[in-house]
């Protein structure tokens, strides 16, 4: 429908702010959003030639619409992928990978670590359909390698994960999906392709949570999922069809526009984890902090190599304190002594965002499995923001210099 073509020989920065449908004959010059469920066709002829797929051309809401294809063809082209298909949240873009890629008998590798509802999704929802998974270490090769099995299809990963930001490497892992005859998805929201472009380390499939970094502001749910023209176009595309889980133009429009900073937010963001991170390793009620950006961090070079040099915008500590109890109403004590700082489990926006994980993402966990994901009752997770650091700081101080 498009030629993108004419975006082949642009610097990234420019394809972030330029990749997009063509205007329409109003000449707009920010994207229109093109709010409509249907379309009208120019023939009987054109409309049949449409359904059949013989022709390029809008027919129905649910199958496409140009402001969704505009936020594809930018987040393709900021990935670095031929092509990339928006849908309504990051859950469902892994439904529909899932569901593309998958059937009965298939098995699933998966690192331990990896978003709550994706091992939900992953691990039980589609066990009732036949297909099978297995949980690994996020950070140890061997335990994927020994995993393995004749009908894997699929390795899904996701780096750096949710609270405890550990790394895992991507390029030895699509290696080792590939010699298994497997895919490797991997899911980018934490990073953003800002930072990380996992395509280009050898991954098949990225997901994302457009929710998060990519609008940035925390106002729509959206997801997208990235590949190759031929796997959006053969797997994904009649999900889509059949399946539903179709981007609202509206939420495209806003991830759209959001992509434009992206590159700017991701590495403001990043700079003021890190100062942050820095800060909070020397606090005194400080035990310690989980951020790839620190030396301390286990796979603090390898994060480096993968994210462009950043650490991102998402960090954890661990207050000090003498056994669980302790530890559960200092963290506690650090959120409620917040003024300005949102008390909230989500991440990605430009205000900074701070949880207790323990007791929200993973309350339903047994003590023990909590113990065993390291996810401690004194660990707090930020979402670093725009705001002026030192701001923050004085903010966290509040709870953290009074226990
Ligand atoms: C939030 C999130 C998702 C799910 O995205 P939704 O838009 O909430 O459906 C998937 N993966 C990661 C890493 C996330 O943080």
């Known amino acids: ?70 936020m594809e063809m930018r987040l393709a082209a900021l990935e670095g992928t031929e092509a990339a298909m928006g849908t309504a949240s990051g859950m469902s873009a892994i439904l529909m990978m899932c569901l593309g890629l998958l059937k009965a008998g298939d098995h699933v590798l998966c690192s331990r670590s990896m978003f709550g509802s994706t091992i939900k ?53 699509a290696d080792m999906a590939h010699n298994a005859g497997a895919f490797l998805a991997l899911d980018n929201c934490f990073a953003t392709p800002a930072l990380q472009r996992p395509m280009a380390m ?4 990225i997901t994302h949570s457009g929710t998060k970094y990519l609008d940035g502001q925390g106002r729509v749910m959206a997801g997208a ?3 190759s023209q031929q796997m959006i176009t053969e797997k994904f595309l009649p999900v889509l069809k059949s399946g539903g889980m179709t981007l609202a133009p509206f939420n495209a429009w806003v991830v759209l526009k959001g992509l434009e900073t992206l590159d700017l937010r991701m590495r403001a963001q990043s700079a003021r984890a890190q100062i942050l991170a820095e800060w909070l390793e020397k606090h005194p009620s400080v035990a310690s902090v ?48 917040m003024q300005m700082l949102s008390l909230s489990t989500n991440l ?34 930020v979402a670093v923001g725009l705001e002026y650091p030192q701001d923050i700081q004085k903010d966290l101080s509040r709870g953290l210099d009074t226990f």
């Open 202 to 205: 050898g991954a098949d499939i």
């Open 348 to 381: 990605g926006d430009t205000k900074t965002l701070v949880a207790h994980p323990a007791s929200t993402s993973h309350g339903r966990l047994t003590e023990a499995q909590r113990q065993a994901a390291g996810i401690g009752q004194g660990l707090i997770r």
């Open 1 to 70: 429908m498009t030629d993108h073509t004419k975006f082949d020989d642009l610097h990234i920065e420019t394809l972030a702010v330029r990749a997009a449908v063509e205007r329409s004959q109003f000449g707009e010059n920010s994207e229109a959003l093109y709010l409509t469920s249907g379309y009208v066709q120019p023939t009987a002829a054109a409309a049949a030639a449409r359904f059949a797929g013989d022709e390029e051309g809008y027919t129905y809401g649910r199958y496409g619409n140009p402001t969704v294809a505009s």
């Open 121 to 173: 999704l992953i691990g039980s929802d589609l066990a009732k359909f036949g297909v099978a998974s297995s949980f690994v270490s996020q950070t140890d090769l061997r335990e994927w390698q020994a995993a393995i099995q004749p009908n894997t299809r699929l390795f899904f990963a996701e780096t750096p994960t949710n609270p405890l930001t550990e790394v895992c490497d991507i390029q030895a892992l």
């Open 290 to 337: 989980l951020y790839p950006g620190l030396a301390s961090h286990p796979q603090h070079d390898l994060a480096m190599r993968q994210m462009s040099g950043l650490g991102g915008a998402v960090l954890s500590f661990e207050v000090k304190a003498d056994g669980p109890e302790q530890s559960r109403a200092r963290a506690f004590h650090v959120l409620d002594s």
């Open 225 to 227: 999922l990235c590949a």
